[in-house]
């Protein structure tokens, strides 16, 4: 599935895909999906951002499946078990905090 996108390049930046383009005999999109999936295998590979994307799950800014996509399915499964621990930790807290 392929979703249709509308963004703005530099100029520069349009030119040097074309020239990819050109030289690979692709089209500017080929070249500017491949730049992406490079730039985001490099961030998911560092540990620091994996940390951000937990925190935002935990933070309930981005959903499971989002999560899932980063840090793999096995992981995703232990940080959501977690975050249903820690969600009940603090309810338990609270209900002896009314007593």
Known sequence: MTTRVNFRLPD?????????AAATHKNRTEIVVAALEDYLDEMEDQEAFKQ?????????????ESLKQVI?????????????????????????AQL
């Open 72 to 96: 793999g399915r096995q992981d995703a499964e232990s940080v959501r078990a977690s975050k249903t621990l820690l969600a009940q930790g603090e309810e338990m807290a609270d209900d002896l």
């Open 12 to 20: 520069d930046l349009v030119e040097k895909a074309d020239v990819a």
């Open 52 to 64: 951000t994307v937990v925190d935002l799950y935990l933070d309930d800014e981005i959903g499971f």
